[in-house]
């Protein structure tokens, strides 16, 4: 069975770092593109970063620059590397796999950025 699981939310200062982790199973997560979403209370979902089965990655505006998406083929899992944190970039971020018929998605980790 396909399943994804979210890890690394938490508090953070404004200017602070976090790494999210996207945890596969039940597929090779390299041979499917990854994304991250996320969404704020009372806002509508943010697609906000993207890597390709060849790697290639591709960002929102809202987040280049300071968001870096990679992926551990070894440990089939993805990451969101978050730096210079911002207030508004706090969210419940989900990742999904890009399957040719649908998209499977994870259940979500809290960021939460505030002093």
């Known amino acids: 069975q396909v399943h994804l699981v979210e890890s690394g939310g938490g508090l953070a200062q404004p200017g602070g770092s976090l790494r999210l982790s996207c945890a596969a199973s039940?597929?090779?997560?390299?041979?499917?593109?990854i994304g991250w979403f996320r969404q704020a209370p009372g806002k509508e979902r943010e697609g906000i970063a993207t890597?390709?089965?060849?790697?290639?990655?591709n960002y929102a505006d809202s987040v280049k620059g300071r968001f870096t998406i990679s992926r551990d083929n070894a440990k089939n899992t993805a990451y969101l590397q978050m730096n210079s944190l911002k207030p508004e970039d706090s969210a419940v971020y989900y990742c999904?796999?890009?399957?040719?018929?649908?998209?499977?998605w994870g259940q979500g980790t809290l960021v939460t950025v505030s002093s």
């Open positions: 890597i390709s089965r060849g790697d290639s990655t």
């Open positions: 999904y796999a890009h399957f040719p018929a649908n998209r499977v």
């Open positions: 039940g597929f090779t997560s390299d041979h499917y593109a």
